[in-house]
């Protein structure tokens, strides 16, 4: 499929009376890893939602391609190119690692290259292929995030969100994450990533926007950004 | 062992399976819509009527009038979905239980109006079957195959087949499900048309069994609700062994004492259970 | 609306003194009775525990009142008592374990459905004393009607009043006492409710006895005023849900809202019953489900809420 530019203009979301972004707006050309980073409740998974369909924007335009992504019903948008690993995994636990991934399959065209995608995953997380008839809820964090990933690319998705991957993972696995980001990366996806592991992701984006409390504050390179004495002291610590 | 502790013992286990199939459908629908279908038996109601009305009156062979029976029941479930419960989605659970208790009384109200309050037979009878001194039921035993058959079919769907696992996925976990292209909406029509299969299935096993009338919903309801309830609600496998179970206790129940009291011992062990194990025996 | 109540209790005292025809008295009483049941319930299914079983409290009440009498010779009025208490003494060993062992929500809905299921049949099973499914009547005692609680629509007029009466004051206690906002508290988010300090299920506990007499008080004198049992419409899951409906129809937030409801679905019933009398039988409940559905689609907060909302 050929890629598509995500653009987000003027996003305005929230639940209810509580307003989580103002007048967010960003840029994913095809082919680019983009970092999403900022504090806790910073609006970063808020604003996945809104990609993905999860929730509707009160004001802005968020597109994909030629597809109006808030006027599009949720569950057209994966068959639209969009894929989303939510926050905390949501793998179905009492499913094994393969009804995963084959619900992952569930569009139509994902159904007929089944076969294929599934060798993909598998070529992709040989961990995976090992445990393909385990209960997901069973394995450990970082398979279970290694089984999201592999579920969200079942449908051949032309850019790929991937929310908070590094949450709850010793930093070992964390790093085994990004490598793989890179990997996936590295065979033409478009990325998306929302990370508080400001160093990690860093690593292996080209550009980051930083979110702090719904607004875009500031927005680079991810040199320019790891360069920023603001951005070191706010997010980095003392590393 | 006394022969006929034995013979109710067996007939119990066969009763189970003609339980079993009504607390699959309502496990399906509740596990997936998370509503308890309270008309789910006045459902099955409807299906012996259409067993008997297309066998007895309009001449159906029994197998096609069973098959017919089936779609029929299975649209009766979709359009309760769609009127009754879908438009209640977002108001609190109780209202979505009462709207469908509401139903109980149009479709009794309905059956009286189009086939009166007679008791009605299929009068098809099967004579029971002598293995080594006890007497099984015959009918019963048809049924028992049946209602394994149909449970049989079920889990195949749902292990196998893309709906099926999307099922078994969306009753853990609703919110995530179009992230994979998955419309909630559709699944809930699929579940509910197949609950009502379902309880047309049922209705096919106990159309031989028991003559038909507007109120017979009131006599294996609640006692389905609680099979359902003691194998932890939504959870197939536990209400499908609870079903066995219950079957068991109502026919040694009526082997002690009789058939009314058997039901006060269900219903009291019902209770206890509830008490021993609040989510279900076999709570998800 | 305690002033609004007071209002309706008085013109309803007087009512009678007018001259009103037997068959207005007649519903008066049956909607002052089920009004009364229905109050109970909503006083439980406002603060969201739902009871199917109802009709395990008003069936172990009316039946434990007319076999005093006529098994034993003592009077209803001491039977009734008598009979609430142990229907109350039935709620609480239902519901005591339920609430320490959190059964809540569809599956506290379902157990007490089994518990009315229980009752009904075991009504039905005890037929040497019951009558079983063909029910009973109370021994006519034309001379001691007094002592036999059996007045004609005149005394039971004021009797359903003064029970309706005792109902609604209990709803209006209920309100203004600490324990509404508990039992807010507690159908929001129990854990929190009981860490703040809430004896939860003591609250529950309390109301459910406080329900469940009402509503056993309401059937039972409805029976005793019908001078017929019949474990159908005492028992079981039919009346149970009759309970429920006409409080929702009503409208179980509000303190008139069940008696509302209860007037309301009287009213339904004695309409469809005169419009189709014996023929279309089986329009009358299929009207009756329809409206129901209705009701609860668009009304969910029943007449009175509906009302209140325009305000």
Redesign the interface.
């Known amino acids: 499929m050929e890629g598509a530019v995500l653009r987000l203009e003027g996003i305005r979301a929230g639940y209810g009376d509580f307003q989580a972004l103002f007048d967010v707006g960003l840029t994913v050309s095809p082919g680019e890893a983009v970092g999403v980073v900022g504090p806790n409740g910073a609006g970063k998974t808020t604003l996945l939602r809104v990609i993905s369909g999860m929730l509707r924007p009160k004001a802005g335009t968020a597109r994909f391609g030629e597809t109006d992504i808030a006027a599009t019903p949720a569950h057209v948008l994966p068959a639209v190119g969009i894929a989303h690993v939510p926050e905390n995994r949501r793998l179905f636990p009492h499913l094994t690692v393969e009804e995963n991934l084959k619900v992952g399959a569930y569009i139509p065209a994902a159904r007929k290259r089944f076969a294929e995608r599934c060798a993909y995953v598998y070529d992709m997380f040989p961990r995976l292929k090992e445990r393909r008839h385990q209960l997901a809820g069973t394995m450990s964090g970082g398979e279970q995030q290694m089984c999201a990933i592999g579920r969200a690319l079942m449908c051949s998705p032309r850019i790929l969100l991937l929310d908070e991957p590094s949450a709850g993972l010793a930093p070992l696995v964390v790093a085994q994450v990004f490598e793989l980001v890179l990997r996936i990366r590295g065979e033409g996806l478009t990325v998306l990533i929302v990370e508080q592991n400001v160093a990690q992701v860093l690593r292996v984006v080209d550009r980051a926007y930083v979110l702090d409390a719904g607004h875009v504050v500031a927005e680079g390179t991810s040199a320019a950004l790891a360069a920023d004495p603001a951005i070191r002291s706010a997010f980095l610590g003392g590393h | 062992m006394d022969p006929f502790l034995l013979e109710a013992i067996v007939n119990g286990i066969l009763l189970g399976g003609v339980f079993a199939l009504p607390v699959l459908g309502l496990n399906l629908v509740f596990g997936v819509v998370d509503v308890v279908w309270l008309c789910y038996a006045e459902l099955v109601m409807v299906g012996m009527y259409c067993v008997w009305f297309l066998y007895t009156q309009a001449g159906f062979p029994l197998a096609l009038a069973f098959l017919t029976c089936l779609p029929v029941v299975g649209l009766l479930g979709l359009l309760l979905h769609q009127l009754v419960v879908r438009p209640l989605l977002n108001s609190p659970p109780i209202t979505q239980v009462l709207a469908t208790g509401g139903v109980i009384f149009v479709l009794q109200g309905s059956a009286m109006l189009a086939f009166g309050t007679d008791f009605r037979s299929l009068g098809v009878e099967m004579p029971p079957i002598e293995v080594q001194d006890i007497f099984i039921s015959g009918t019963k035993l048809v049924a028992f195959v049946a209602a394994l058959l149909g449970a049989g079919a079920l889990w195949t769907f749902l292990k196998f087949t893309y709906v099926g696992t999307a099922i078994r996925a969306i009753a853990r976990d609703r919110e995530v499900m179009p992230l994979m292209g998955v419309d909630p909406k559709r699944i809930y029509m699929v579940a509910s048309a197949i609950g009502g299969g379902l309880a047309g299935l049922a209705a096919c096993l106990l159309v031989v069994q028991l003559d038909v009338h507007p109120y017979i919903g009131l006599s294996f309801g609640p006692i389905t609700f609680m099979i359902c309830v003691m194998g932890g609600l939504g959870n197939m496998l536990g209400g499908f062994l609870a079903a066995f179970l219950m079957g068991v206790i109502v026919s040694t129940g009526g082997f002690w004492w009789n058939t009314e009291m058997s039901y006060v011992v269900a219903f009291a062990c019902f209770i206890v259970v509830m008490f021993a194990r609040p989510r279900g025996l076999f709570a998800r | 609306m305690i002033r609004v109540a007071i209002a309706v209790f008085a013109v309803l005292a007087v009512l009678p003194l007018l001259g009103l025809p037997d068959y207005f008295m007649h519903l008066g009483i049956a909607t002052l009775l089920v009004a009364l049941s229905c109050t109970g319930w909503a006083l439980m299914g406002r603060f969201?525990l739902?009871s199917f079983g109802h009709g395990a409290f008003i069936g172990i009440a009316a039946y434990t009142m007319a076999l005093l009498w006529n098994d034993v010779g003592l009077s209803p009025w001491i039977g009734l008592p008598a009979g609430v208490a142990l229907a109350v003494a039935a709620a609480a060993l239902?519901a005591y374990?339920?609430f320490r062992?959190?059964?809540v929500?569809?599956?506290f809905?379902?157990?007490t459905?089994?518990?009315g299921?229980?009752v009904r049949?075991?009504i039905?099973?005890l037929r040497d004393h019951t009558g079983g499914s063909l029910g009973m009547t109370p021994r006519l005692a034309p001379d001691h009607a007094v002592v036999a609680m059996q007045f004609g629509k005149q005394g039971f007029w004021w009797i359903a009043l003064v029970a309706w009466g005792i109902g609604i004051f209990a709803w209006w206690r209920v309100d203004r006492s600490m324990s509404a906002r508990a039992l807010s508290a507690i159908g929001e988010d129990e854990d929190a409710a009981a860490a703040v300090g809430i004896r939860v299920t003591r609250e529950k506990m309390a109301i459910t006895l406080l329900s469940a007499g009402l509503a056993a008080l309401g059937g039972a004198l409805g029976a005793q005023y019908r001078l017929y049992l019949n474990p159908e419409t005492l028992a079981?899951?039919?009346v149970s849900?009759q309970i429920?409906?006409g409080a929702?129809a009503g409208g179980m937030y509000s303190m008139l809202g069940p008696t509302v409801g209860a007037a309301f679905t009287t009213a339904l019933e004695e309409i469809l019953r005169v419009a189709f009398g014996t023929a279309?039988?089986?329009?009358?409940?299929?009207?009756?489900?329809?409206l129901?559905?209705l009701?609860?689609?668009f009304l969910?907060r029943g007449i009175v809420g509906w009302f209140d909302r325009r305000r």
């Open positions: 969201g739902v239902l374990p339920c062992l959190r059964v929500g569809h599956y809905a379902l157990v459905l089994a518990a299921e229980i049949i075991l039905v099973a079981g899951i039919g849900l429920v409906f929702l279309f039988i089986g329009a009358a409940p299929l009207i009756y489900g329809i129901l559905v009701f609860i689609q969910p």
